[in-house]
């Protein structure tokens, strides 16, 4: 089945400093990933909706800002987060819709990355 | 999207049949049911999906009542490996553009005991 990665899979920073999180489509092309975060024992929380070559799609609530995503090829979406604290701690996920398949009525499956666990200390 | 409303955790023993049940009243007519399993620490992984009616994979049953409001996700003869979140999503279908966003509720967590 298709492959979505994340790099890093873990990352420890320190508050204040900015820390990116890469997002890769292995075997296929994507036009939209999709962010999540996930504190522990809760659900997965929508962030926003990266499109590549356009700009992302934010949740209400989600600082535009503070969590930047840039979806510059259809293999790779980043998430940074800017200037870090402790609260932003948290395991971030990312998907992938594979582009092949869309638009045929398929409603295949969303592909998840395995999560960057995120410490901020 | 529709809201889903599941079981907040379940509890069975290895070799058993587990049936988690999801209610999805709001469900729209380009609503598809969809089944994630999710390990700690890791992404969700996809189980199943379906429209209307049964839906039988290598690891899963999906059965859909006529009306669609609810969904049940069956799991025949659970191990200990089967303890992980399941989660049930309604997801829309757009012809053009493929899935909508997914909306994650919260989930049942299922402990598999020896």
């Known amino acids: 089945g298709a492959v979505v990665s994340q790099h890093p899979s873990w990352v420890i920073c320190k508050s204040g400093t900015s820390v990116k999180i890469e997002c890769r489509s292995l075997?296929?092309?994507?036009?939209?990933m999709f962010w999540y975060r996930q504190f522990p024992k809760q659900s997965l929380m929508l962030m926003a909706t990266?499109?590549?070559?356009?700009?992302?799609?934010?949740e209400q609530g989600v600082e535009k800002d503070k969590f930047l995503i840039n979806h510059a090829s259809l293999t790779l979406s980043t998430l940074t987060v800017t200037s870090a604290h402790p609260e932003d701690s948290s395991f971030y996920i990312c998907?992938?819709?594979?582009?092949?398949?869309?638009?045929?009525?398929?409603?295949?499956?969303?592909?998840f990355g395995e999560g960057s666990r995120l410490t901020v200390l | 999207l529709a809201k889903t409303t599941q079981p907040i955790s379940m509890d069975s023993y290895e070799g058993q049949e587990v049936n988690i049940t999801c209610s999805h009243n709001?469900?729209?007519?380009?609503?598809?049911i969809t089944w994630y399993q999710q390990f700690p620490s890791q992404g969700p992984r996809f189980i199943i999906q379906?429209?209307?009616t049964k839906v039988t994979n290598e690891v899963a049953s999906l059965f859909i009542p006529a009306d669609r409001k609810s969904s049940t996700l069956s799991l025949p003869r659970v191990s200990l490996s089967d303890t992980a979140v399941y989660y049930c999503?309604?997801?829309?279908?757009?012809?053009?553009?493929?899935?909508?966003?997914?909306?994650f509720g919260t989930g049942t967590r299922l402990l598999v005991s020896p």
């Open positions: 998907s992938a819709r594979d582009a092949g398949t869309s638009g045929r009525g398929n409603t295949g499956e969303l592909f």
């Open positions: 075997d296929f092309q994507a036009t939209t």
């Open positions: 990266s499109n590549e070559g356009s700009k992302a799609t934010y």
């Open positions: 709001n469900i729209a007519t380009n609503d598809y």
């Open positions: 379906g429209y209307k």
């Open positions: 999503l309604v997801a829309r279908v757009l012809m053009n553009t493929g899935f909508q966003k997914l909306v």
